[in-house]
């Protein structure tokens, strides 16, 4: 059957792993609340596991925009325990930059969307860009003059996209 891997739902699968990754959180909120007082981690803990979830239940269903979100929950996670652990809080947009490159990457990889391609190299120039600006290389006006220029060109494809599928 479609609903059943291994003669196993589907939802039950999902129902299986959303109770494993509820009691991981609540061990890791409890640990979070009386071992580590002075850092918040729990909601980094909370978006990694549920992007986990999205991930699982967009594979298991074939959903893309699960996936997209799954993926952008699951980096944010991430990159917030490195940052907030490497003391580079600082540099949150880059992070946020990243973790959106990193989601619509792995969403062209697995669902072969070419949008998430456009989008992805769009965000990897503001990715470059940014870390520029960031680290005093280029200029406000370069990062500007960059950042129009870039915005202009994916505007036109997407433009020149619709008006392909139009046809």
Known sequence: MRGRINGIKKTYILRGLLVSLSLIFLIFLFFDIFILPKKTLWFYCFSLLLGIYEISKSRLFKLDSGFYLGNFLFFLGVSGFIFTLTKTANFWYLYLIFDFFLASFFTFIVCGQYFHLIFDYSLFFLLVF??????????????????????????????????????
Not at 131 to 145: P, Q
Not at 152 to 163: G, S
Request: proline share 0%.
């Open 130 to 167: 940014s870390t520029f600006y960031t680290f005093s290389i280029i200029t406000l006006a370069i990062f500007i003059a960059f950042l129009v220029t870039f915005l202009v060109l994916f505007i036109l494809i997407i433009v020149l996209n619709f008006l392909r599928r139009k046809k």
